[in-house]
Nanobody, 114 residues
Framework: QVQLVESGGGLAQPGGSLRLSCATS????????MAWYRQAPGKQREMVAR???????NYADSVKGRFTISRDNAKNTVYLQMNSLKPEDTAGYYC????????WGQGTQVTVSS
């Protein structure tokens, strides 16, 4: 069974940084674009960053210029570098393929608060 394993979340102060990691199977990683999604309490899950197998990246307007998505094809791992964090970035963060065909993992919680 294909899994998604996210890590790297935690508590950060406004203006701080965190780096998230997500490992998955080579079957998914090699065939699909990968993305980071987030879901805040009471809100729908949204895509915040996407990276194609060839490296083309897209970002939601709310994170553009602050977040950077990258992938390590040798490790089947996708990363999300989050800088200049804001309280509104507080959410559970999840990775998945595009479209999100894999059963969602547990995600990693990011809390931005002073």
């Amino acid at each position: 069974q294909v899994q998604l394993v996210e890590s790297g979340g935690g508590l950060a102060q406004p203006g701080g940084s965190l780096r998230l990691s997500c490992a998955t199977s080579v079957i998914i990683f090699s065939r699909y674009d990968m993305a980071w999604y987030r879901q805040a309490p009471g809100k729908q899950r949204e895509m915040v960053a996407r990276i194609a197998s060839g490296g083309i990246k897209n970002y939601a307007d709310s994170v553009k210029g602050r977040f950077t998505i990258s992938r390590d094809n040798a490790k089947n791992t996708v990363y999300l570098q989050m800088n200049s964090l804001k309280p509104e970035d507080t959410a559970g963060y999840y990775c998945n393929a595009v479209p999100p065909i894999v059963t969602w993992g547990q995600g990693t919680q990011v809390t931005v608060s002073s």
